[in-house]
Structures are given as C-alpha cells and as structure tokens.
C-alpha cells in the first residue's frame, strides 16, 4: 500500500511543473518532493518519471498515475466540504489566493474589521501572480483578474479596476522626452501592459518589473511613468498624466461550489464582497 503524502506530493510536482515549484507550494526542500516520488515508485513499482540532468520528466505510467491522484484529490476534498458543511460556527483557517498588489492594498489593511467580528478566524494570504486552484485546495478563496473556467467554481464580478496613467508631480514638470515603467516579459501579453505599449509609442522603458508596488515607488522616486490602478497612485502620491485616458480591468471572487456556504467561508468572501466591491468599478 502507498504512502497518501507521497502521492500528494507527487501530485503536486504534476500540478506545479518541476521540484523546486511543488516544494515551494508544498513548504518543503525540493530533495522532500525527490524523495517521495523515489518512495511512491518503489511501492507501486511503477517508474513514473524520467530523471534527467535538469529534470525530471512524467513517463507515461507517471501521467495515468497522476490521473488517479488528481480523482483522489478530488474525492478527498469533496469529504472534507462534506465534514465542514454543517459547521455553524466561523472558526478555522481560510486561504485567500489574489495578486500581490491587490491582497496588500485591498484585503490584508482592512483585515482588522473581520477578526474584530470572528476572533477564531485564521487566514492565510497568498499573494500569486499565477491563479491558485481552488480545485486542488491551494486557496478556499481567490480574488481574479479574469473569470476562473474551472467548473467546480462560484465566481462573481466584484467590478472593474481602473487603471490610467501616473507620475511623480516633480517628474510632470520635467520636459519631454518622457519615459515609462511597465511589466517585464513574464507580463507582457497583460491587458495593462499592450495598453500601456499603446500610449508609450516606441519610447523607452527606464524600468521593468513584475511588480505592480515596486512600479509605483519606481514613479514616486521619479523615473517615469506608470500604469497603475488609483488605490495604489493614491498611497504613492503619484498625479494622473491624463485624467481622461484610461482602461479598465475585471475583478472576479471565486470559490468552490462545495463550500460557499461553510460558515467561515461565507464570513469571509462577504466580508470581502463589501469590503473591496466599493473600491471598483460597477
């Protein structure tokens, strides 16, 4: 009989890509994800992956296995929904999964008004660029730049984040040529980023970075302008360029079907219905 850790592990090696992504997710060393892969082959005498130098590669025995895993996972969720869904007191831990910039400046300083009405709540913010799986129980909760597809979801539209152009006042009053600040290549095909390529009309990026917050302290330090939502202009101090030129982005709440009504998630996701719908745009 396999050991069930290992096979979560191994799972979570499918589901991330590679050891050091699953190791991360998982909060263990890489040599841990290594090991139980070395242990779930040795007791179902299976070779699932191929070790190569840089590697390792799922062999076709490793994907049907995964297949099962991603049923028992699966299945193992749908009983810890089913164990939970008569709970009546809002007690427990809750992961929130959204982009960093987002779950900072939007969730975790307005946290302090929930734990004042539900003291045993205990949360969890993970701040990722990539959408966590709700499905896979990496977050119970996740605020979206874009509609989640997976089917076991509930998702609804908490509005639309403006975003415009913002620069330091010292730097407006500088003379052209002007320069930009914008995503580097792992966001380039972003909404802010092409609308942003638009209005920079070939002129140079000083800075790129995948980080929305060291964006704008890039523009509030004086080195060009920005694409940012107005929360984040506003904690910067950053002016508008042109208030009448903007673009707009969805923002989604997703959670799973199973457990929208669990009383420790439905404490949260209305608390961040109300908390965060009135910073958007309906």
Known sequence: M????????????????????AAKRLGVDHATVARRISSLEASLQLKLVDRRPRAYALTEQGLRVGEFAEQMLASSFALEHFASADQHTVE???????????LGSMVARRLGALYQRYP????????SKSRASLARREADVAIALARP???TLVASLLG????????????????????????DDSQAKSPQQLWLLKHATGRPFALQSNDLRIQAQAAAGGVGIACLPAFMAEEYGLKPVNEN??????????VHEDVRNTPRIKAVTDFLIEQVKP????
């Open 2 to 21: 396999f050991d069930w850790e290992d096979l979560r592990h191994f799972s979570a090696f499918i589901s991330a890509g590679s050891l050091s992504a």
């Open 92 to 102: 427990g831990e809750v992961v929130i999964a959204a982009p960093p910039a987002l």
């Open 120 to 127: 045993h709540l205990q949360l969890k913010l993970v701040g």
């Open 149 to 151: 597809t997976e089917p």
């Open 160 to 183: 639309h984040l403006e975003y415009t152009l913002y620069a330091s006042a010292a730097y407006l009053r500088q003379r052209e040529p002007q320069v930009y600040i914008g995503y």
């Open 245 to 254: 030129s903007s673009m707009s982005i969805e923002i989604w709440l997703a």
């Open 279 to 282: 910073l958007l745009r309906l």
